[in-house]
């Protein structure tokens, strides 16, 4: 059983960084695809950066130049650096795990077998 749990969320002003952190507990990761989602208040759950098994990434436009994804160097961690802050990052969010490859799939949540308990992101003016 994967579990999943992140850390690294608070409150910042807009244009400030956070860096968010997922660990594993009982499996690496470097065989998994995994990604970010985040769930603003009143709204889905929407995709927002992507690390397939391979190492490929890819991002939502919204986010795009502002947020990088990578794969922590102890194996079992994914990491989420978030620059360029802005109010509408605000959310909650989650990481979640797909054992092996995930192609063009990777924005539907529906894939993802683990999810984390999320963290909140709060951006403010």
């Known amino acids: 059983q994967v579990q999943l749990v992140e850390s690294g969320g608070g409150s910042v002003q807009a244009g400030g960084s956070l860096r968010l952190s997922c660990s594993s507990s009982g499996v690496m990761l470097t065989t998994y695809s995994m990604a970010w989602f985040r769930q603003p208040p009143g709204k889905e759950r929407e995709a927002v950066a992507f690390i397939s098994d391979l190492g490929s990434s890819a991002y939502s436009d919204s986010v795009k130049g502002r947020f990088t994804i990578s794969k922590g160097d ?17 959310a909650t969010y989650y990481c979640a795990a797909y054992p092996g490859y995930l192609g063009s799939r990777w924005l539907d949540p529906r894939a993802y077998y683990y999810w984390g308990q999320g ?6 003016y």
Do not use: G, H, R
């Not at 102890?74 to 605000?90: F, G, H, R, V």
């Open 74 to 90: 102890a194996k079992n961690s994914l990491i989420l650096q978030m620059n360029n802050l802005k109010p509408e990052d605000t």
């Open 119 to 124: 963290t909140q992101v709060t951006v403010s």
